[in-house]
């Protein structure tokens, strides 16, 4: 496996329901990130971890609890969704800036979640 | 507060002709970077073209630059010979600060006709 991989594609659930997704890397990076994206709304940073610690925390609902447990993965555990969290959600990985470069993010396919 | 604005919502081109997508951006960072994305209909980002704050010259990738006007504060992409693959989602993309997450724009969709 190469880049970044995600489980699982799709995903339906139901409000009551937890699921979990997956995120791994497979590129040697030191951050990733959850985005959401829903329709007709910009990407949304949800998380951002460096070196396995959580360093950014969008306002978002405690029904979305975010896991690091080592630099490669990254999950995204759900449990009492709600219809609007129907959306595309993507996980990225990069090396982080260095001497004033910013580095490219790169992107898994995304988990496609519908919450009915 | 950082901001990107992307004011096309949509665009049309022929086929082997150039298009130029806007993008605006906002931020009192100093040291700040530029991205271009492409997302297909299959939901992948990929990667197109980076502009560092301080760099001097535009960016250029294969059929891709990014005309940077740093006084504007405007970072617009140009696609050389549009081809039908081109057809997509294009996001415009900004990172400040720490960590490298990216605020990213609402988008561009591009249609490449025939």
New interface residues.
């Given amino acids: 496996e190469t880049g970044v991989t995600q489980t699982p594609r799709h995903l339906v659930m139901g409000m009551t329901n937890k699921k979990s997704l997956k995120c791994e890397q497979h590129l040697g990076h030191n951050?990733m990130?959850w985005y959401k994206q829903s329709a007709k709304?910009?990407?949304e940073?949800m998380f951002?971890y460096?070196l396995e610690e959580r360093?950014?925390n969008n306002s978002v609902p405690s029904r979305f609890s975010p896991e690091c447990p080592n630099s490669s993965h990254l999950f995204l555990h759900l449990h009492t969704l709600q219809p609007e969290d129907s959306a595309?959600y993507?996980c990225?990985s990069?090396?982080?800036?260095a001497g004033?470069?910013?580095?490219?993010?790169?992107?898994?396919?995304?988990t496609?979640l519908t919450v009915l | 507060a950082q901001k990107?604005t992307q004011t096309q919502p949509g665009m049309f081109v022929q086929e082997k002709e150039a298009v130029t997508l806007d993008c605006t951006y906002d931020t009192s960072d100093p040291?700040?970077?530029l991205?271009w994305?492409k997302q297909p209909s299959?939901?992948?980002?990929?990667?197109l073209i980076?502009q560092?704050s301080?760099d001097q010259q535009n960016a250029t990738e294969g059929r891709y630059s990014l005309n940077f006007q740093k006084a504007r504060k405007s970072a617009n992409l140009v696609i050389s010979a549009s081809q039908l693959g081109d057809s997509a989602m294009y996001?415009c993309a900004m990172?400040a600060g720490?960590?490298?997450?990216?605020?990213?724009?609402?988008?561009t969709r591009l249609a490449v006709h025939p």
Avoid: T
């Fill in positions: 951050a990130y709304k910009p990407l940073l951002v460096s360093v950014e595309l993507l990225a990069s090396q982080g800036p004033g470069e910013y580095n490219e993010q790169f992107f898994g396919p995304g496609r | 990107i040291s700040y970077g991205f994305y299959s939901g992948e980002m990929i990667f980076y560092g301080y996001f990172s720490g960590y490298n997450k990216l605020i990213f724009g609402a988008g």
